[in-house]
């Protein structure tokens, strides 16, 4: 049994619940907790008990903390990586990617806590000083998604702690392993007990326990719109901090004077690796009609060339979705597409292996437009939709034409288009010349519209939401 971790101690949960590899349906990873109420509760006290020391320890002291869990998470990358893999189903060298890039997370935070910046004014009136300061939030909720256990676990928490905030950490329900070990890791890290909590259970009541505390001064959450939206509404409700990250409808453009080997190598990993299970993949491919029949040829043919089997297996492209529900949703929008008449150029079957599993055939629809189902709402799986257009005019506007504003993409070797392009998409993030989906760890991450509230993620820009701006004043 894999308990939580509350108050500096591992505790029970009120019951259990099995992870299940998606590609072996077979193999049940472990036992893991389950939380009530009255335990996020319990986590959210000792998160406020600790909060003070925290909050008042030195730089030397968070960073030898994070550095430390860095060191950790590289040195077992390999291990840990199939973990991932093994319980989420991303390709084992994608596994030992994110886990990678996790280390590193907390390495980069690890050197923010001693970089905490502050400001010094010249005052308007004589004898009077003013210091602008950093301090911590306090208490933060922390409400992860499955697609990406530990890099994103690792985004939020690193900056939490490296400002000085305790955590109260609620991971995903299908992919609770990794979670489980970077907490694990965090345990003998040395933070005072009570700074980090896991607490493993349900959204509608972990989740909700994060949510109607007012004694969690913010909340962090990545997941689907709607959830989203029902965690502003409850923490503006009582006046918290919140920072979202939800969906998209990634757009990638392909001009007719794109090199159209980096076009389909961008399409493809953008829309497809990962089995299309990120909020930043790119499942709308606008394209120019002068190179759009070569484009489709040739993304067909190396879709029909990728591997679609078990995640740890070598040689693997994409692994299978992520569980029997994911793998329904995306069935269904594989036939809402015919049924609007685009045309399915290859994949879209559900597709048997040696081991029972979710295992699903990259779908490629063309002949789309921006108006149909599959073309405006987030499926969240291996399936793009291609849309012919005239001119770059008309690329942009469609590429715009979305309530979502995540990432946003361009294939092209004209200069004049990539600098507009840069300067008119409404996303967050733009791509030239590369995939859609994929961020360094000391960046910000975030996007515009219906895709992000709040401050950034990642890099020096996480400090707007991890911490709270004080003015002080000293008359001599």
């Known amino acids: 049994m894999h308990a939580n971790f509350i108050g500096g101690a591992w505790v ?118 003013a210091d602008i300061t950093r301090e911590p939030v306090g208490v933060v909720g922390i409400i992860a998604p499955w ?29 609770p392993g990794s979670a489980w070990a970077l907490s694990e890791i965090l345990s003998r890290a040395g933070l005072p007990a009570g700074a980090f909590n896991l607490v493993m259970g349900r959204g509608t009541v972990v989740g909700q326990a994060f949510l109607s505390d007012k004694r969690v001064n913010a909340i962090s959450f990545t997941g689907s719109v709607g959830t989203g939206r029902r965690v502003l509404e409850a923490a503006m409700g009582r006046m918290a901090k919140v920072q979202l990250e939800m969906g998209g409808k990634n757009p990638l453009v392909v001009l007719d004077d794109a090199d159209l080997k980096t076009a389909v190598e961008c399409a493809v990993n953008g829309a497809f690796f990962s089995t299309g299970q990120r909020c930043t993949a790119s499942s709308r491919l606008i394209v120019q009609k002068g190179i759009y029949p070569k484009f489709l040829e040739a993304v067909q043919a190396r879709l029909e060339g990728l591997k679609i089997d078990d995640a740890l297996l070598a040689g693997t492209d994409i692994g299978p979705v992520v569980d029997q529900s994911q793998l329904e949703q995306d069935l269904s929008y594989v036939a809402i597409g015919r049924d609007e008449g685009a045309r399915l150029v290859t994949g879209g079957e559900q597709v048997k292996r040696a081991t029972e599993g979710f295992y699903l055939t990259p779908a490629l629809f063309a002949d789309c437009d921006n108006n149909m189902r599959i073309s405006r709402e987030e499926i969240f799986g291996p399936v793009a939709s291609v849309i012919p257009v005239d ?32 300067r008119e998409a409404q996303a967050g993030m733009v791509m030239v010349n590369c995939p859609t989906a994929g961020v360094d760890y000391h960046v910000p991450f975030g996007g515009r519209k219906g895709s992000s509230y709040g401050p950034r993620e990642q890099g020096r820009h996480a400090a707007e939401f991890y911490t709270t701006v004080k003015t002080s004043y000293t008359a001599s």
């Open 12 to 129: 029970d949960g009120v019951d259990a619940r099995p992870n299940i590899n998606p590609s072996n349906l077979a193999d049940v990873i472990g036992q893991y907790a389950q939380a009530d109420a009255a335990q996020a509760q319990q986590a959210i006290a000792a998160a406020v008990s600790a909060s003070h020391e925290w909050a008042h320890s030195t730089g030397q002291r968070r960073f030898d903390v994070l550095d430390a869990v860095g060191t950790e998470l590289l040195a077992r990358k390999e291990e840990l990586g199939r973990l991932l893999s093994r319980e989420e189903g991303k390709t084992l060298p994608e596994g030992i990617g994110e886990v990678t890039r996790a280390g590193y997370i907390f390495k980069f935070f690890a050197g923010e806590a001693l970089r905490i910046q502050g400001e010094k004014l010249p005052m308007t009136r004589p004898n009077i000083e």
């Open 391 to 422: 001119s770059y005019e008309q690329a942009l506007e469609l590429a715009n034409d979305t309530e979502f504003g995540l990432s946003s993409g361009i294939c092209t070797t004209s200069l004049k288009h990539a600098t507009h392009f840069k």
């Open 147 to 175: 697609n990406f256990p530990i890099a994103i676990p690792a985004w939020k928490i690193a900056p939490a702690l490296a400002y000085g905030n305790t955590v109260v950490f609620k991971p995903a329900d299908l992919v």
